[in-house]
């Protein structure tokens, strides 16, 4: 069976930002989204940066999501090569507890807009949620799954708190 083509590519300034950016992964997984995952240092690497995101739109891709700590120009960056939508997730770094990831990420000119999500898990999450969101305004059979996906998030929420 061939694997499908990638719609979402999940990059990351490096490999200790995986641990963050697997909640996205893991949330597209479960959502039946193809995405490819890619360690992209903006700073270390910034020739793998611009052929990743001068090439993404013409390799199919169809949403970015970026996530890095510290001075985390890779969101920002990747969105001034590309007019793909691009979803920042700001890392907890451990100086500042990710406030300086998420201020990086969030302040960007107007003109080269990057959508900032949270910092950590929960903005890596989101940015899965998201960009499978994005996909299924042409995707109907996406939108079913996450009309069920939201569905059982509704439902483990109990009416009453567990005592004890
Ligand atoms: C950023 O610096 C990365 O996105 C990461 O969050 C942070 C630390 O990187 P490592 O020193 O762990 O490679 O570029």
């Not at 697997?22 to 193809?34: F, P, R, S």
């Not at 890095?68 to 997730?89: E, K, Q, R």
């Not at 890596?124 to 059979?141: E, F, M, S, T, V």
């Amino acid at each position: 069976m061939s694997k499908a083509k990638p719609l979402v590519g999940i990059i990351m300034g490096s490999q200790s930002d995986w641990p963050t950016m697997k909640h996205a992964a893991d949330i597209l997984t479960e959502l039946g989204v193809a995405f490819e995952t890619k360690i992209v240092s903006a700073h270390r690497t910034p020739e793998r940066l611009y052929s990743f995101a001068k090439s993404a739109k013409a390799n199919g891709l169809k949403v970015i999501i970026a996530g890095a700590g510290g001075a985390a120009h890779l969101p920002g960056m990747t969105a001034s090569m590309t007019t793909l939508p691009v979803l920042g997730v700001p890392v907890e770094s451990k100086a500042l507890k990710g406030q300086d990831s998420l201020y990086s990420i969030v302040q960007m000119p107007a003109g080269v807009p990057v959508g900032t999500l949270a910092i950590g898990e929960a903005g890596a999450k989101n940015a899965g949620l998201l960009a499978a969101q994005i996909l299924a305004l042409a995707d109907n059979a996406l939108a079913g799954r996450l009309d069920d996906w939201r569905r059982r998030h509704t439902s483990e929420v109990a009416e009453t708190p567990t005592q004890g």
